[in-house]
């Protein structure tokens, strides 16, 4: 069964240091996503994107962070000047395209990469 | 705010048993739900979705909507130990793909 994975499966980096999170969406898949999830709380959007470029964002979205599909296969979230609270797991999930079916809107998780920031 | 409200739990029953879980939302907006199970220390993984009124039914789950009530629900049949979890309700908006998710209730079956 197709699957989103993500790299690395956890992230420990300093303060004010940049990182860089990978993920390959579900290969058919035409929206991608990333949420983060801070330990003991909700799930949180961050981002869509479509057709390369940003279908969407949320208030935490800002200037410190960037999304990138740099090939046909991955899909990358990019902190800059990583802060202590930026610490959590960091979650990719696809779906398919605009199909006109209601299938089209689920959404898929990868395993998650957790991000400390020390 | 959109909001989606769950009963954090921990929600107990024995095992064989129907475990309901509920969830309310605020925007009257939403048109796509969605039910997900999250192990501790992993990602949310889908069970249901529902777009209209009424039940939907897969395998041991089935799916609630009453958008007049916006109220949905998740009913577990013979409920399993490996069913314990936490469950996730999320919540769509007519025109966007972003999910708005609950904090999820955290169900135990009791072998």
């Known amino acids: 069964e197709p699957e989103v994975t993500q790299t690395p499966s956890h992230q420990v980096t300093q303060m004010g240091q940049e990182v860089i999170l990978r993920c390959v969406p579900i290969s058919n898949h035409l929206y991608f996503y990333w949420y983060r999830q801070i330990l003991g709380q909700k799930v949180e959007f961050l981002v869509s994107?479509?057709?390369?470029?940003?279908?969407?964002k949320s208030e935490i979205f800002d200037d410190q962070f960037s999304v990138e599909r740099p090939d046909g296969s991955n899909f990358t979230l990019k902190i800059r000047s990583t802060k202590l609270e930026d610490s959590a797991m960091y979650f990719c999930?696809?779906?398919?395209?605009?199909?006109?079916?209601?299938?089209?809107?689920?959404?898929?998780f990868g395993p998650g990469t957790r991000l400390t920031v020390t | 705010q959109k909001e989606v409200e769950q009963n954090s739990g921990p929600l107990s029953v024995p095992e064989g048993a129907i475990a309901s879980l509920n969830c309310t939302y605020s925007?009257?907006?939403?048109?796509?739900f969605f039910w997900y199970r999250q192990y501790s220390g992993k990602s949310p993984e889908l069970i249901m979705s529902?777009?209209?009124?009424g039940d939907k039914e897969d395998g041991r789950f089935t799916a609630q909507l009453n958008k007049a009530s916006q109220y949905v629900s998740l009913l577990i049949r013979d409920s399993q130990p490996s069913d314990s979890a936490t469950y996730l309700c999320a919540v769509m908006t007519a025109g966007r793909r972003a999910l708005t998710f609950g904090s999820g209730t955290r169900l135990q079956v009791q072998p």
């Open positions: 925007d009257r907006g939403s048109q796509s």
């Open positions: 529902i777009y209209s009124n």
């Open positions: 994107f479509y057709n390369n470029e940003i279908s969407e």
């Open positions: 999930a696809s779906s398919e395209g605009p199909t006109g079916t209601p299938l089209s809107y689920e959404q898929y």
